[in-house]
């Protein structure tokens, strides 16, 4: 994958300890306004990026023999507390906090802690920051 290609270089030249997964995608509207796509659309960035970057790290580490430190998911407080119009939002959030601790628990490969910070509203920035 080019996610893989990308951390082997990044390797190779540089020392990295740990892996950010900052992404994220908000289309807030009321449940019954949205569409299954835009639904689908604002889980991927939290969900299936979340899962790839886990394949891709461990991928990397048994390739390279070189494990990461950590990997620290950008969460949400709407996975906890639910915000107006972001129930996708919110369900893509408490995905990554269960994941993380669910793969605490249970070992990884590759890397020795997963983190998933719960950030607040940032005001006059939001997810842009």
Not at 23 to 52: M, P, R, W, Y
Not at 72 to 78: E, G, I, K, M, R
Request: charged share 15%.
């Amino acid at each position: 994958s080019d996610l893989k290609s990308l951390l082997i270089k990044v390797v190779a030249s540089h020392h990295l300890e740990g892996i950010f997964h900052c992404a994220g995608t908000l289309n807030d509207s009321f449940l019954v306004n949205k569409t299954v796509e835009q639904f689908e659309n604002t889980l991927e960035a939290k969900v299936s990026g979340s899962i790839h970057l886990i394949q891709a790290a461990n991928d990397v580490s048994q390739q390279t023999e070189t494990g990461f430190d950590f990997i620290l998911f950008c969460s949400s407080c709407a996975g906890q507390l639910g915000f107006v119009g972001q129930i996708d939002y919110a369900a893509g959030n408490g995905f990554i906090d269960g994941f993380s601790d669910a793969r605490n628990k249970v070992g990884r490969n590759g890397f020795d802690r997963l983190l998933s910070v719960n950030w607040p509203l940032w005001e006059n920035a939001g997810m842009g920051v």
